[in-house]
């Protein structure tokens, strides 16, 4: 099953830029930001922490707007696992306090 859906996959993935191009020359398309759908970016994203937030209804994504009003005011840093606050804080004060910031944090610098 697992190698029908890889086939499957590839030829709708390979059938998508004839697609693309069809609908680009009967200008349902806009040629400059198509790749956008074959998961290319044409921005480039600022080096530093992104999160992204999964909304699939509007009622969801107007529950996120509080909790990253807050966040971006008191400037901290949460760190989430299991889909919970285990720990918030700023930088100086997580890496001095925390163990799972800290470990996180000298993983990066490592690498």
């Not at 044409?42 to 509007?58: A, D, E, M, P, T």
Request: proline share 3%; with cysteine; aromatic share 18%.
């Amino acid at each position: 099953m697992r190698i029908a859906y890889y086939l499957i996959t590839t030829v709708f993935y390979y059938l998508l830029y004839p697609y693309l191009y069809f609908r680009i020359l009967r200008k349902k398309e806009c040629p400059l930001r198509y790749k956008e759908k074959l998961g290319i970016s044409l921005k480039v994203r600022n080096n530093g922490y992104l999160i992204w937030f999964h909304c699939s209804s509007i009622g969801e994504l107007k529950s996120i707007f509080p909790i990253i009003d807050h966040y971006l005011k008191k400037n901290q840093i949460l760190v989430f696992e299991n889909g919970q606050i285990i720990e918030e804080g700023k930088h100086e004060f997580l890496v001095n306090n925390s163990s799972t910031y800290k470990k996180l944090y000298e993983k990066q610098i490592i690498n």
